[in-house]
């Protein structure tokens, strides 16, 4: 096998998604061979002995590693610039690996609480089982996450956009607080997604993706990535990763390989076709309140112009009208379909109150932003003009 990448590689960043992290099999293929095989065979007994104590390069069994997941995670790693980066096999996994991988009982975790619904649980009930304290602060509010600071805290941790709400945290001014108490920071960077907005290079120590929605595209399979430095990674989440098996699957790999050669054609694509969607909507008279990451009226617009590259491929807003008047409008749309992924090719709709987020009481919600007449709209491939003709029509039934 030749032909890996490095975080140094001098190539664009489309140019590196679509070739980094290829190793070529003796075949010569030219599109990443997909290794569907669940361990390896060894010429010898002695030599099964050194790959098991790490004494020979090699894969062992896919539960640690696989040649096809290998890609991916190096791909990642190179786009993201930086040493290492460990599949999993979802979202979910990542996060709750990336966190768990970093504290012990008696620690603390500070966390913005504007997160994704299986974020907040994990951080609010699932973590606090096992004797980990954590608080959950207003992450606009700087002073909140000094206040919130103990000598045992350990992990900080935030989304931003925010989901659904796409609430701005300023990553750098958190980063440095959290460096000041000995804490290290991990962003889930999902709704930017890789190409928007570079964690890393605001004062992040660890990101975790989502690969189930811009980095697939095309709602096809659930995948999760955490990256961070050679010593972050080795620290924290490899040995625990191999131990506890929430391994990416070789198939799930080759197929996110695939989609991060065409990431920053469709997100491009879609960011602009956001941005020709919000305009329009947020003009119209049945909406109140629209949030979209890239308009000037977004209430954080100067830490997104310090921080991101585009507005994202989502816009959320809120119907006149509640709860009712969302639904008339949601089953009125007959091109955007109501569903819960995001990233798509295919714009969807979701009504967070009573999907996503329905587990949380009304005032968790209301804190969130997280209205009854409030829709999140993620804007797919689609000729934007179809998209705006569907959503307008729908919300004249609304
Ligand atoms: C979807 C999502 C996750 C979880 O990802 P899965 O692949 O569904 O497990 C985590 N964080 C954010 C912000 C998400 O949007």
Redesign the pocket.
């Given at each position: 096998m030749a032909e890996t990448s490095s975080p140094t590689s001098p190539f664009h960043p489309e140019t590196r998604l679509v070739h980094d992290g290829s190793f070529r099999s003796s075949f010569g293929e030219t599109s990443e061979a997909l290794f569907l095989t669940q361990g390896h065979v060894y010429a010898s007994a002695e030599e099964c002995e050194a790959r098991f104590k790490d004494e020979l390069p090699g894969y062992i069994y896919a539960r640690f590693s696989n040649p096809t997941v290998a890609m991916f995670e190096a791909r990642m790693a190179s786009f993201e610039g930086v040493e290492a980066a460990r599949a999993t096999a979802?979202?979910?996994a990542a996060?709750t690996a990336a966190l768990m991988g970093q504290v012990k009982a008696g620690d603390h975790i500070v966390s913005a609480r504007a997160l994704?619904g299986?974020?907040r649980y994990v951080i609010e009930e699932w973590l606090p089982r096992f004797g980990v304290e954590t608080t959950l602060v207003d992450g606009t509010d700087l002073s909140a996450w000094k206040k919130a600071v103990r000598p045992n805290t350990k992990v900080f941790f935030l989304?931003t956009p925010s989901?659904p709400t796409l609430e701005i945290i300023d990553i750098r001014a958190v980063a440095d607080i959290a460096h000041e108490c000995g804490a290290k920071l991990t962003v889930?960077n999902?709704?930017a997604t890789p190409l928007l907005q570079k964690p890393f290079e605001l004062g992040a120590d660890c990101v975790v993706y989502?690969a189930?929605?811009h980095i697939d595209g095309q709602g096809r399979c659930?995948g999760?990535v955490i990256l961070g430095s050679e010593q972050f990674i080795n620290d924290h989440i490899k040995t625990p990763l191999r131990q506890t098996g929430p391994a990416l699957s070789p198939f799930n790999a080759w197929v996110l390989l695939k989609g991060l050669e065409t990431l920053p054609l469709r997100v491009e694509r879609q960011t602009r076709s956001a941005g020709s969607v919000a305009d329009i909507l947020a003009a119209h008279s049945k909406i109140e309140k629209l949030i979209y990451c890239g308009r000037k009226d977004h209430p954080q617009a100067d830490i997104i112009a310090k921080q991101m590259k585009g507005g994202s491929t989502l816009i959320a807003f809120n119907v006149k009208g509640g709860k009712d008047a969302a639904f008339r409008f949601l089953n009125a749309l007959k091109l955007v379909r109501i569903s819960n992924n995001?990233g798509d090719a295919k714009s969807l709709v979701t009504h967070p109150a009573t999907t996503t987020h329905q587990r949380f009481t009304p005032e968790a919600r209301a804190e969130m932003g997280i209205t009854d007449g409030l829709v999140r709209l993620s804007v797919g491939l689609e000729h934007p003009d179809d998209l705006i003709a569907d959503l307008v029509q729908a919300l004249e039934r609304a």
């Open positions: 979802t979202g979910m996060v994704f299986s974020c989304e989901n889930d999902v709704f989502s189930t929605k659930l999760g995001l």
